[in-house]
Every structure is written in structure tokens, then in C-alpha cells.
């Protein structure tokens, strides 16, 4: 492969947020956090909270919440859950604000780092998105589709060695035919490194695993 060819499938491998999503499935997967201790009276306004959630009333909900927060501005939980309804509501902003500030007291939250790595993620805004999909990553590991993005994400920020380290983590965890692009961030990341060879197996990787794709046409084209 020459490398004027290398060159003009480099852009295959620059995946945007059309290409990989963290999808609701993904962003519900994991457990709750360990809490600190909380007073009895924020604790029973964040059990209101839940059950209206459960209910589905999503106002009231907040407003429960709220409640519990301003009893105690450290409760993670209820910062999260306050981030959730604000998601119902459509107010997305409101859920960037409650999540970015439920992890500075919990940065383990599942749900919390999942919806961070992805706002920035979408918003091109790589270098923010990148702690939260790594703490995403580790806590849901054997998820192909995280691991795409974070791997994308590294891409773009230039850590070319990480970019490879994690796609290719994902030919070997289930559904990774979904994420057939993870063989095109290798090829980037292999890209001007000498290793032509490997770029043109992870081309004929990706030909098998996604033959019909809207890319396949050009990685054809390029070998």
C-alpha cells in the first residue's frame, strides 16, 4: 500500500458520534456507589425522591431531590438520581451540571461517567471526555462499545498507543462485529508508523466483519 493510499484512507478511522453511541442499555449497566453517612431527614426526602421516580413523576421527583441536596450538598446519590429525572425532563444542561458535581464526590458512579464521556464525547470535546470513559471502561470492561470509544477518543487526542491497546480489546468480547470500526483506529493509529503490514490486516478484519458497511466501499478501494 503506498502511502499516498495510506493517506487518503486516513480519514476512515476519524469516528464521530454518529459512527459509536453509548447507548441507554449501556448507560443503565452498574451498581450504586458506597454513601457516606446521611442525615435522616435528606435520606427521607431522596426515598420520596425514588418512589416518585418509580412512578414515573419526574417533577416531583426533582423536587425531592432538590430537598436532599440542600440538606446535604455532598449526597452523591441524590445528585445522581436529580441528574436521571433531569434527563426525563429534557433538560439535558441540568444533568451535565448534577453529574459533574455527583463525581466530584463520587467518581465511581456508573451512570454519572457514562452520560459525562458521552456529552463530550458528542461535543468533540475529547480531552473531557476522556477521564469518564476510562472510569466507564473499567467498570463495564468487557463492553465493546465503550471500549470503542474510548479508543476513538484517545485517537483524537493523540494517544495513539492507548487507541491501539483498547481496540484491539475488542474483536475479543461479545457483539464486536457491532464495532468492526475498532480495526480502522488501529489502522489510524498505525498510521505513519511503518507498519503497513498490520494496516492491511486490520482493513481485511474490518471487510470481514462489516463486508456491507457504508465504509467498506473506500477500505476496498485503499488495499
Known amino acids: 500500500m503506498s502511502s499516498r493510499e495510506l493517506h487518503r484512507v486516513e480519514v476512515l478511522a476519524r469516528v464521530n458520534s454518529g459512527d459509536v453511541k453509548l447507548t441507554e442499555a449501556?448507560?443503565?449497566?452498574?451498581?450504586?456507589?458506597?454513601?457516606?453517612?446521611?442525615?435522616?431527614?435528606?435520606?427521607k426526602e431522596f426515598k420520596l425522591g425514588s418512589k416518585e421516580m418509580d412512578k414515573k413523576h419526574w417533577e416531583e421527583a426533582k423536587g425531592h431531590f432538590q430537598k436532599a441536596i440542600a440538606l446535604f450538598p455532598k449526597y452523591a446519590e441524590a445528585l445522581n438520581d436529580l441528574a436521571l429525572a433531569d434527563i426525563q425532563?429534557?433538560?439535558?444542561?441540568?444533568?451535565?451540571?448534577?453529574?459533574?458535581?455527583?463525581?466530584?464526590?463520587?467518581?465511581?458512579?456508573?451512570?454519572?461517567?457514562?452520560?459525562?464521556?458521552?456529552?463530550?464525547?458528542?461535543?468533540?470535546?475529547?480531552k473531557d471526555a476522556e477521564p469518564y470513559l476510562m472510569r466507564a471502561a473499567a467498570d463495564q470492561p468487557k463492553s465493546a462499545q465503550i471500549l470503542t470509544v474510548l479508543a476513538n477518543t484517545q485517537l483524537q487526542n493523540g494517544e495513539t498507543d492507548l487507541a491501539i491497546t483498547n481496540a484491539r480489546r475488542v474483536p475479543s468480547l461479545e457483539n464486536h462485529k457491532q464495532f468492526a470500526i475498532s480495526h480502522l483506529i488501529v489502522a489510524q493509529a498505525l498510521t505513519g508508523k511503518g507498519h503497513d503490514d498490520e494496516i492491511v490486516?486490520?482493513?481485511?478484519?474490518?471487510?470481514?466483519?462489516?463486508?456491507?458497511?457504508?465504509?467498506a466501499l473506500r477500505v476496498k478501494d485503499a488495499l
Open 26 to 43: 449501556a448507560m443503565q449497566a452498574g451498581g450504586p456507589a458506597i454513601a457516606p453517612i446521611i442525615p435522616d431527614a435528606a435520606q
Open 89 to 126: 425532563l429534557k433538560d439535558g444542561q441540568g444533568a451535565v451540571e448534577s453529574f459533574r458535581s455527583a463525581t466530584q464526590i463520587d467518581p465511581t458512579l456508573p451512570q454519572a461517567n457514562l452520560y459525562l464521556g458521552q456529552f463530550y464525547y458528542e461535543n468533540k470535546q475529547y
Open 201 to 215: 490486516k486490520e482493513y481485511e478484519a474490518y471487510l470481514k466483519e462489516a463486508p456491507d458497511s457504508t465504509l
